[in-house]
């Protein structure tokens, strides 16, 4: 599932230049993540960079919305980094 950044997001900024698929932006508020583009940061880290980044704990959650799973993660991944090479 992708992530989601809750109200109680300060914007801080910490978390947009951390992202590996530049899923994050501003939004009309706080800070806001394109499901689209999120794949908790497989193919990349092992845990989610913008929820090692964030100094406010538990602001950055698993979208309830947006469920999928390893696998659709990696697929996804691979569509945004490697569509060219498939």
Known sequence: MALLITKKCI???MCEPECPNEAISM???IY???TD???ECVG???TPTCQKVCPI???IIKDPAHI???EQLWD???LLHHADKI
């Open 76 to 78: 996804k991944f691979v």
């Open 68 to 70: 999928e799973n390893n």
């Open 37 to 39: 583009r999120c794949t």
């Open 11 to 13: 914007n801080c900024d």
């Open 27 to 29: 939004g009309d508020a």
């Open 32 to 34: 806001e993540i394109n």
């Open 44 to 46: 990349h880290y092992d």
């Open 57 to 59: 704990p538990n602001t």
